[in-house]
């Protein structure tokens, strides 16, 4: 490679590097509003959501130690959730007994009954406020429990904007596998309604609230509500796919499963102290806090504010957030057309120069390279893993310093994927090598968006940058520079917030995510055409 080579790939990198601080600033949440802030604005102190008082509502309700389904520390936090439910205005039902291997002390189920004469749809707020048997679930999930109850205080303040009704579901023996969510959702009358849900969950005590599931037929909900959640805006139906396939679930899956609609967020960082003795309220980030609350609230009013029932079913959605500022979504339908356009695009814009030189074996190498890097990707990340797993530096899934490993395996794996698109490619014409490449990049889009939709954005995105770059600028170098940076803004908070779900132990899953970064960036390790020094 020449210094043009190297100063493309230099400029690529400190994009990506400055772009990664970036997005760890931002994905940080709101800042914390403190009680104090809140009172000395007394026209708003009604109206705007605050992490102090949150905080002061978890100090009240959760020990500071265990307090699982069926035992007297959780019979205790029922008694004084439902004490500071009717002290806000809420009335809440008598529990009712669940026969299950292990005893609960029962849901528990809060309306409005200045509300009753509302019927449109049940807007319902939901969490679960046992913890599990080794640590006293701050986080998992007393910080959504607080959040809620204050958003639900601020939504339920002036009832008269709202035009439909809203329930507090607080559920019990979460941790048992989901038993309060089940005979909600399964018994109760409010469920014959199939009311609109917002569960709230935590797999941390740290970091930002992702929107992460949503029902079957997403589409007019997505459209009307995914850009009313607080910033960051973390969402995808990248998420919601990979969620659906995995063995996990919520108390949203039951209530899913039921046919209710809705949403499903959880703070996703600090797994490192999910369900140990370190999920303290010490160790709870109010920032999370802060934004549990601005997220249920928002979204809460916008739902609230209307009595239109989101009845429209018929499709999902493709969406995803930019840095959390904005959301992009469209229809599943949509889907085949533009890429059927973006496909015939390419053809005629790099097919049939490629034809016309006449050039095989640089295609095939090209091609070749194209397929050997995620698999490649795949073993390397496996191997890592191993090689770290159980040692003194990975000792367990989730550590502390796993946000550092997984900046490391990241910087891993770009070399890898680097050095093998070097050996392959060093030799090809830079100009035949962007058009191969586009070219196949479209099919494989193309194939991608048949077999699974909602990941094909991270693919057609790229594609749409590249064709307009063909169309307006001459330099390859210049053009790959574009597009790398371009696609780079939509990758690198994916591949933040993936390392963070998936943590180093899942090197297997998380290098074929970090190496979609370096395919835009091929055309940069072919032979640079001098002609073209100049542009």
């Known amino acids: ?54 905080l002061e509502i978890h100090r009240r309700v959760f020990p500071d130690s265990p307090h699982p389904a069926g035992s007297a520390a959780n019979a205790d936090v029922r008694l004084r959730i439902v004490d500071l439910l009717d002290e806000h205005g809420w009335q809440v039902e008598p529990p009712l007994a669940v ?68 329930w507090m579901v607080l559920t019990d023996a979460e941790e048992n596998g989901l038993v309060g969510a089940r005979e909600l959702a399964s018994s109760h009358p409010l469920s014959r309604q199939h009311p609109i849900v917002l569960n709230f969950d935590a797999r941390g005590n740290a970091g930002p609230v992702c929107m992460f599931e949503t029902h079957e037929g997403n589409h007019e909900s997505i459209r009307r509500l995914v850009n009313k959640l607080a910033r960051p805006r973390l969402t995808g139906s990248l998420f919601t796919a990979v969620y659906k396939a995995l063995p996990n679930g919520t108390d949203f899956t039951e209530f899913r499963n039921a046919g209710w609609q809705g949403f499903n967020f959880a703070l996703i960082d600090g797994a490192w102290n999910y369900h140990r003795p370190e999920d303290t309220f010490e160790n709870l980030d109010p920032r ?63 097919g049939r120069p490629l034809v016309r030189r006449r050039v095989v074996w640089p295609v095939i190498r090209v091609w070749s390279t194209m397929a050997m890097i995620l698999p490649m990707a795949c073993a390397l990340g496996w191997l890592v893993s191993r090689s770290i797993m159980g040692t003194s530096i990975l000792p367990r899934p989730f550590v502390e310093h796993g946000h550092w490993l997984s900046l490391g395996m990241w910087f891993i794996c770009l070399v890898a994927c680097g050095t093998l698109a070097y050996g392959m490619l060093r030799r090809v014409n830079q100009e035949c090598l962007w058009d191969a490449f586009w070219l196949a990049h479209a099919a494989t889009c193309m194939v991608v968006s048949i077999f699974l939709p909602e990941f094909s954005y991270l693919l057609s995105v790229p594609a749409m940058f590249a064709l307009v770059s063909t169309l307006l600028i001459r330099s390859i170098p ?40 370096i395919m835009p960036m091929l055309p940069a390790f072919g032979h640079f055409i001098t002609a073209e020094a100049d542009a």
């Open 288 to 350: 999370s806090v802060q934004h549990l609350g601005e997220t249920a609230l928002s979204v809460a009013q916008a739902i609230a504010a209307t009595d239109d029932d989101f009845n429209d079913q018929s499709q999902n959605a493709i969406f995803f957030d930019v840095l959390g500022h904005y959301v992009i979504h469209m229809p599943i339908s949509w889907n085949l057309p533009i890429r059927f356009a973006l496909l015939f695009a390419a053809v005629q814009v790099y």
């Open 478 to 517: 210049t053009r790959t520079r574009v597009v790398a940076c371009l696609s780079a803004i939509l990758l690198i908070p994916l591949d933040h917030l993936i390392s963070i779900a998936l943590g180093p132990a899942n090197g297997m899953l998380l290098f074929p995510v970090y190496s979609l970064l």
């Open 99 to 166: 026969a299950t291997d292990h005893r609960i002390h029962g849901n528990v189920i809060a309306f409005r009954a200045d509300q009753q004469g509302l019927t449109a749809k049940p807007l319902v707020v939901a969490s679960h406020f046992d913890s599990c048997n080794f640590g006293p679930g701050a986080g998992d999930a007393g910080s959504c429990v607080a959040a809620i109850i204050e958003a639900g205080r601020l939504l339920t303040t002036n009832t008269a904007g709202l035009r439909r009704p809203v």
């Open 1 to 54: 490679m020449n210094r043009t080579n190297y100063l493309t790939i230099g400029i690529v990198f400190l994009f990506c590097a400055c772009l990664e601080v970036c997005v760890c600033i931002l994905f940080r949440g709101p800042a914390a509003v403190p009680i104090s802030e809140v009172d000395a604005e007394g026209n708003l102190q009604d109206a705007r959501f605050s992490a102090g008082r949150a």
